[in-house]
C-alpha cells in the first residue's frame, strides 16, 4: 500500500531522487528557465514536503509552498517538486501526491494552488496530469515572469 507523509528531503533516498529530479530539469531547460528546488531550498518553513512510499521503497515526493501575502496569511499555495522515481512510474504516484496537495491546501484553506512547469515535450505527461485535475493556464505569479520554457497554471480551491 503507497503511503504519503510528511518527510525531510534531506533522507538519503529523497536528496537522490531530487539531485535526478534536478539533472532532469538542467537536461530538458535552458538554466535561466529551470525553477526546481534543492533539498536545502525545500527545508524552508514556508514549504510542506512529502514522500509517497511503500514498504520503505520511495516512489515520489511533492512539496507545497506557501505564497506570502502583504495583507495577512498566506491565501495562495505553489506545488513544488513533484518527481515520481523511475521504477514507480505509470503507478498512479503522481495522482495520489497531487490530490494529497491539494486536500492539504483545501485543509489550511488556501483559495489558490498554482504551479509552474516546463513546454517541452518532456514536461507533456505532467501538464496532462494537471489539466485532468483541473488546473489551467495563467499569467506568471509570485515572482515568475513570461518565459518561454515556462507553462503557469492554476487551481481554484
Do not use: Q
Request: with cysteine.
Amino acid at each position: 500500500m503507497i503511503s504519503i507523509d510528511r518527510d525531510s528531503p534531506t533522507r538519503d533516498d529523497v536528496h537522490r531522487l531530487l539531485r535526478e529530479h534536478l539533472a532532469d530539469m538542467f537536461a530538458t531547460s535552458p538554466a535561466e528557465s529551470v525553477h526546481a528546488l534543492d533539498h536545502s531550498a525545500l527545508s524552508a518553513p514556508s514549504i510542506t514536503f512529502w514522500t509517497a512510499r511503500e514498504d520503505g521503497n520511495l516512489l515520489g515526493c511533492g512539496a507545497l509552498k506557501l505564497l506570502a501575502s502583504p495583507t495577512g496569511p498566506a491565501r495562495r499555495g505553489e506545488i513544488k517538486s513533484m518527481r515520481t522515481a523511475a521504477t514507480a512510474r505509470g503507478r498512479g504516484v503522481a495522482t495520489l501526491m497531487l490530490r494529497h496537495i491539494v486536500e492539504d491546501a483545501r485543509a489550511r484553506n488556501l483559495e489558490h494552488l498554482y504551479l509552474e512547469t516546463g513546454t517541452e515535450d518532456y514536461f507533456a505527461p505532467a501538464r496532462r496530469l494537471y489539466a485532468r485535475h483541473g488546473f489551467t493556464e495563467c499569467p506568471p505569479f509570485a515572482d515568475y515572469v513570461l518565459d518561454p520554457n515556462s507553462v503557469f497554471m492554476e487551481l481554484g480551491l
